[in-house]
């Protein structure tokens, strides 16, 4: 898939900016009601691949501009700073088109060619683009916060590889667990779903792989027929049960987005089921992104929801901790620098108490990592309001630092461990598998939280890390690189993600080299499974 470029917060292009006024919503709902919609469809599927800015694109829509006479130097000007492709407003595009569209319409084209085609889609998403927000009282601020999240996305090889990895190795390595925590994930995977996990990563690799050969600058449809795709591949039946299970009809989607037409950033069945299926046999991806998101995010909560009760939570939460330990052990094994890797233990009266996940020592400093199985919530993307935003904070960092706070300093002032003897620095990072991105938005609710910890003498700084930065942290590691400078001049620069500062100072975002072979192997293992790695081979 063409990867969309790091670059400075972008504003998309708007109807109101180009010629001065807003359109109504009904001349939206007229351009699609009763029109052919298939090329449009198919338009809409393929524009997610192109970058925010692409040139190309700006070009196609200029001329069609120039054709309808409404091209002058402002709005040259204006097309040039804007950012044309804009996921909201494609993905509420979508949804104009199943409350007001006409089903027997789908697989009718308009025959216009590529240039006007383009130009009237560009133009109802402008429009769309002026109305998304009427009468929400959302902040500017939750609003910054929300747009970094959904388009801030994991690299879809490192969340295949790195689930493979966790729920098809580690969870399944029943010495490591103690043995009334373990359950065995996988046989009660296959007792619920036709199919095995290997074989439902593989199902969602090839059809990632299958959607992303496809060339943007044709009219050549985004579309799978699941029957003939994997005609010639083992997991036939598999391929063809969980395509339909990802997909959902025109019907399904008319009843649902009556109800979500106004709300702005609800695309929930859009996240559940990306694939639409527009003529009963063909396929097209609402969104890769949410498709990306099967092969970790959602495919956690496939694990999750095959159970009633919490227990699982905690056994999830195992093998994940299981990764990050073995990244850190391993890259501080491989490392140059004398770094020393301090393995979890239990203190306290009766052993009740737990060290911190992974710690990782250099001198007189030591970074403490509190690992937690979390996520950001549904709820707070869609909700977007403070207190929900302020919920994901407490979860994701707030409450893991507290924790490693506490523990770290029992164990310092008691000298519980000889190995912890001397250590005058300490860093604390949270480690989850996203996280909430504060912008400094909410950094007084942060420092009033972390009052104590912040008035801490030896606490030099608290650092939220998603799990593809600690990957990078630890790549670091393993590299004749000292750590705790780099992270000294990241605290420098509070407002940027880590993954951000990491960019612009042209560290790599890589794992561990260790860490990348046992990924690769995963992944060729998912290959296998398919049964066609010919099909798969530009994706990996």
């Known amino acids: ?33 009763d029109k052919p919609l298939l090329d449009t469809l198919q338009l809409l599927s393929r524009l997610q691949y192109v970058d925010y800015m692409d040139q190309d694109t700006k070009r196609t829509f200029l001329l069609f501009l120039k054709q309808k006479g409404l091209l002058n130097e402002r709005v040259a000007t204006v097309v040039a700073n804007r950012a044309m492709i804009n996921y909201q407003c494609i993905l509420t595009f979508w ?106 990563l593989s199902v969602i690799t090839s059809l990632i792989s299958g959607f992303s050969k496809v060339n943007t600058k044709i009219t050549k449809p985004v579309s799978i027929n699941p029957e003939i795709y994997y005609s010639e591949v083992s997991i036939k039946e598999a391929g063809i049960k969980i395509v339909n299970e990802l997909s959902f009809s025109f019907s399904e989607a008319k009843e649902w987005v009556l109800e979500k037409i106004n709300h702005p950033w609800d695309f929930s069945l859009f996240q559940i089921k990306p694939l639409f299926n527009y003529d009963g046999k063909n396929f097209i991806p609402i969104c890769i992104p949410f498709l990306e998101d099967e092969v970790y995010e959602a495919f956690f909560f496939k694990v999750r929801k095959m159970y009633d009760n919490d227990k699982i939570l905690g056994f999830l939460g195992r093998p994940f901790e299981e990764y990050v330990a073995l990244a850190g052990r391993q890259s501080v094994k491989d490392s140059k620098v004398p770094y020393q ?27 403490v990592f509190e690992v937690k199985n979390r996520r950001v919530r549904a709820a707070a993307f869609l909700q977007g309001d403070e ?126 080299k260790f860490l990348e072979q046992r990924v690769f192997s995963a992944f060729d293992d998912v290959l296998e499974a398919f049964g066609a790695q010919e099909r798969v081979k530009d994706f990996k």
């Open 95 to 200: 949804k104009y088109i199943f409350a007001y569209g006409d089903e027997k319409m789908l697989t009718k084209s308009s025959n216009l060619s590529e240039t006007e085609l383009l130009g009237q889609v560009i133009t109802l998403c402008a429009k769309i683009g002026d109305f998304l927000y009427r009468g929400n009282s959302s902040t500017l601020e939750s609003e910054l916060i929300r747009n970094i999240h959904f388009n801030n996305r994991p690299e879809v090889f490192a969340s295949l590889g790195r689930s493979s990895y966790i729920y098809l190795d580690l969870a399944a390595e029943k010495e490591k667990y103690n043995r009334k925590e373990f359950i065995d994930i996988q046989s009660d995977f296959c007792e619920r779903n036709p199919y095995t996990m290997k074989e439902y």
């Open 341 to 367: 890797y301090i393995e979890e233990f239990a203190y306290g009266e009766n052993n009740s108490k737990q060290s911190p996940d992974v710690m990782i020592r250099l001198g007189k400093k030591l970074a």
């Open 387 to 512: 207190l929900s935003i302020k919920k994901d904070l407490d979860r994701t960092f707030i409450e893991p630092v507290k924790q490693a706070f506490t523990s770290i300093s029992e164990i310092l002032t008691t000298e519980i461990s000889h190995k912890l003897s001397g250590v005058e620095e300490v860093y604390i990072f949270s480690v989850t598998n996203n996280k909430c991105n504060n912008l400094g938005f909410y950094d007084d609710y942060v420092n009033e939280k972390l009052e104590q910890v912040n008035n801490s003498e030896i606490v030099k700084g608290c650092i939220s890390l998603d799990i593809e930065e600690y990957e990078a942290l630890c790549y670091l590691v393993s590299k004749k690189r000292p750590i705790f400078n780099i992270v000294d001049e990241f605290l420098k620069n509070p407002l940027i993600s880590f993954k951000n500062f990491l960019y612009h100072r042209n560290f790599p975002m890589r794992k561990p």
């Open 1 to 33: 898939m063409k990867k969309i470029k790091q670059s400075n917060t972008l504003v998309y292009l708007t109807y109101s900016e180009l010629y001065g006024y807003k359109d109504s919503e009904l001349s939206v709902i007229n351009e699609i009601k």
